[in-house]
């Protein structure tokens, strides 16, 4: 499978270098990036029915980058154990956590009581708690004398 997704890889980044060099040698409206490369150079070179010849070749080759894409695609997907996504994956290898060694995972939290019936006593021998001394009312504002 690794020898596949190699020589695929490789087709496809051979293509992708191809569909810009006939991007570049394309001739445009204006004579941009085509004009690096000489401009007309092509139709000298090439002969006069270029232009359509690389317009067409610049199709085929986007459609085999196109179909190089998808197939590295699918091939990546179905590459190792189980085809699942990566976090499946992960947490399938993931080790557990050890159990707690306690009966009850919330033993530490007290719970609350669901009924007056189920209230415990307090012990006979428990001291209350001081209460607290009323402090003296504050004595109200004078009022204001006006002159």
Known sequence: MNILIGFVTIVHVLVALFVIVLVL???????GVGAAFGGGVTETVFGAGTTTALVRMTIY??????ATTLILAVLHSHRGKGGGSLMQRSLAT???APAPQSAS???????APTSPETVPATPATATPAPAAEPQPAAPPPAPEKKP
């Open 61 to 66: 080759c986007a459609c085999a980058l196109l």
């Open 25 to 31: 040698m394309q001739k445009s409206s204006e004579q």
């Open 105 to 111: 995972p919330f033993s530490s939290q007290p719970t």
């Open 94 to 96: 993931m080790p557990m």
